[in-house]
């Protein structure tokens, strides 16, 4: 019989609403034939906040489980016998935080810590480019990156402490040649600054436990070329750069998530394929293959999928395993000249993007530049797809279409609990009531004077989980020591060299702006705690090069700052964007304070992932326009904003 090779980890990324119920998914994802654990943390937790706090309002549980203290972490792997298990945890600025709940979680299971195998992502520099759940400025944030690391070389040797992820870079539109340069300049800065906290003899073993989290889109053969491109170039800089002479520890070892940018809403059965062909991309080459996959769901753009639409992402990818004969084979692509020689023009890309990187100090000194050509990229690939010189099918041809009887009906997608965050803020009271105080001030002590010293974070982590602080207190006690910090926006106020069918509205709103009497004022916000600002960025950009005079501050901000910006601004449009899911009480919110402060007859237009139900509710709470992701023609946007401004104007006349 043919010998077939290890397939990959099966993943799902999963969690909303609680703990409880997402440990219910786990429990049900495994027994359905996963054979690793993704966790999804909701916003709060992943930047910092307890579930109570002003800024989490909305946002618990709403894109993945909130966890704020031992309890929620205890009841998220209940009946889950972590020293059997390999968990991604998905957490990047808490990250020395979340590996200290589970570590704290496996001791009270009495597992055996060294044996614990998983992943923390834990690339902060990625957050401050396309994701923004950042919490420190970089250099802080690098040096917990690498305390985490150095304490898993003693602790847990089979742990991935650094997750390298470019997949949010090409969510934020990198090209490949800048997701092979942006990520490999990350991991160049974590190894250059670990190398000062592990010993000389240790060190290429930590190279070895690098790993990356890459993106696979939709150009199935410049996906594959990019991933050759990755090993080979990652195991010339761990030998050139860093000298490490084993094979083992140059291996690129790497997990995926398939493209979520080029999922439709619009006709959202074309992601079945989609998602198909872009796990092609990391399964094909045995020299260049994942070690882990996950899928999104099909319905990814419409909601949040339900545990059925999961079923059928990790069906897809057993019957690959399983059914087929891939396993069976050598590397398929090894030779083939038209593979070869897009995987050196691929290198020859990322080498002259790197080195303009390492001339600029390297991946921290160089958050504004790479930040910026991701915005610059981004714009291109929309425009692109504007004037249908990239065809979207579904999108913007072939638009004709039998409705899907796939999202009809009640419970096409699945809604979140209503009752979750208050569900989760009682447990959270209850937590704090019933902890010992005075133990938990003298960990949070300890962990502010470990912070403040430059000793490693994790063991004043780990007490601190150990004795009951809640995730927001941690959050605290980095704040505190670190202090803030508000990433670039990559959006320049010089409008870019892009004209192509603005003409007409750059004269509207030119005309506009002389009835108004002074330019068209624009102010572009992100409530909440998304950090994923892509669309924010792309119609700030866009309104900017058609003549509106914009102000964007960037992410995370609260409706009151937003509506004191808009006052001070003298806005005549504002404009939201949220993707969390937290559209209808962070609206109904910015309405009510709009209102309060003399701005009722200030159109304001949300953009988002927002079901055609929630779009209605808002449109009969006040809001002027929605646009959802099947609106990506971007002129049309701009005109209508125009519209809504003159109409305005006129009444108010």
């Not at 420190?136 to 690391?149: E, K």
């Not at 974590?190 to 696979?216: E, Q, Y």
């Not at 470990?450 to 927001?472: D, H, L, Q, R, V």
């Amino acid at each position: 019989m043919t010998r077939k090779d290890t397939p990959w980890l099966f993943r799902t990324y999963a969690g909303h609403s609680t703990a409880a119920a997402s440990n219910a998914l786990y429990r049900s994802n495994l027994a359905k034939g996963q054979t690793g654990l993704s966790v999804a943390f909701d916003l709060p937790t992943q930047t910092g906040y307890d579930s109570d706090h002003e800024l989490s309002r909305g946002e618990v549980g709403k894109v993945g489980v909130p966890v704020s203290h031992l309890g929620d972490m205890r009841a998220l792997f209940k009946d889950i016998p972590l020293e059997q298990m390999n968990t991604s945890m998905t957490i990047n600025a808490t990250a020395p935080w979340l590996l200290a709940l589970y570590i704290a979680v496996a001791e009270e299971q009495g597992a055996d810590v060294s044996a614990l195998q998983g992943t923390v992502q834990n690339d902060i520099i990625k957050e401050y480019l396309s994701r923004g759940t950042y919490i420190a400025p970089p250099a802080p944030s690098l040096r917990m990156i690498t305390d985490v690391a150095a304490y898993t070389q003693k602790h847990l040797p089979k742990w991935n402490p650094m997750n390298v992820c470019s997949y949010h870079l090409q969510e934020a539109g990198a090209t490949p040649e800048q997701e092979l340069a942006f990520a490999l300049a990350t991991a160049c800065a974590v190894l250059d600054d670990l190398k000062g906290k592990v010993s000389a003899a240790d060190f290429p073993n930590m190279v070895g436990r690098i790993s990356f989290f890459v993106n696979a889109g939709i150009r199935f053969v410049t996906e594959l070329c990019k991933m050759r491109a990755f090993v080979e170039l990652w195991d010339e800089l761990c030998e050139t750069r860093y000298g490490i002479t084993e094979a083992k520890y140059r291996r690129f070892r790497y997990g995926v998530q398939v493209n979520s940018l080029g999922l439709t809403e619009q006709q959202p059965e074309n992601n079945v394929y989609r998602i198909l062909i872009e796990m092609l991309a990391v399964t094909l080459s045995k020299n260049a293959r994942a070690r882990a996959v996950q899928l999104p769901a099909w319905n990814e753009a419409l909601g949040l999928p339900r545990p059925w639409d999961q079923q059928w992402s990790l069906r897809m990818q057993q019957i690959l395993a399983y059914e087929t004969d891939l396993l069976e084979y050598d590397d398929l692509f090894d030779g083939n000249p038209a593979i070869d020689r897009k995987v050196s023009a691929l290198k020859d890309g990322a080498r002259a993007e790197l080195a303009q990187i390492d001339a600029m100090g390297g991946a921290v000194a160089a958050i504004d530049y790479m930040k910026g050509r991701l915005v610059e990229a981004n714009a291109e690939r929309i425009g692109r797809i504007e004037t249908k010189d990239t065809t979207v099918v579904g999108v913007n041809r072939w638009i004709e279409t039998t409705p899907s009887p796939l999202t009809s009906g009640d419970g096409a997608i699945m809604v979140s609990d209503p009752e979750a965050e208050a569900d989760q803020i009682a447990r959270l009271t209850a937590w704090r009531a019933n902890r010992d105080e005075a133990k938990v001030q003298t960990a949070l002590h300890a962990l502010r004077e470990a912070a403040a010293s430059g000793a490693n974070i994790m063991p004043a982590s780990i007490a601190a989980a150990k004795a009951g602080a809640t995730t927001g207190e941690w959050g605290l006690m980095v704040r505190s020591a670190f202090g803030e910090y508000r990433a670039p926006t990559g959006v320049s106020r010089n409008p870019s060299n892009r004209t192509e069918g603005l003409e007409p509205i750059r004269e509207a709103v030119q005309a506009l702006s002389a009835k108004l009497g002074r330019p068209l004022k624009f102010l572009v916000g992100k409530p909440g705690l998304d950090g994923h600002s892509n669309g924010a960025e792309q119609i700030a950009a866009r309104a900017r090069d058609c003549g509106m005079d914009i102000h964007y501050e960037g992410i995370r901000l609260t409706p009151a700052e937003i509506v004191s910006a808009a006052v001070a601004e003298q806005a005549h449009v504002v404009g939201l964007s949220i993707l969390s899911g937290s559209h209808l009480p962070l609206i109904r919110d910015t309405l009510a304070k709009m209102r309060e402060a003399g701005l009722a007859d200030t159109p304001l237009i949300v953009g988002g992932i927002i079901p055609e139900d929630d779009a209605r509710a808002l449109r009969a709470m006040g809001v002027a326009a929605v646009y959802t992701p099947k609106d990506f023609e971007l002129n049309r946007i701009m005109m209508d904003i125009v519209g809504l401004v003159e109409g305005t104007t006129l009444a108010a006349e």
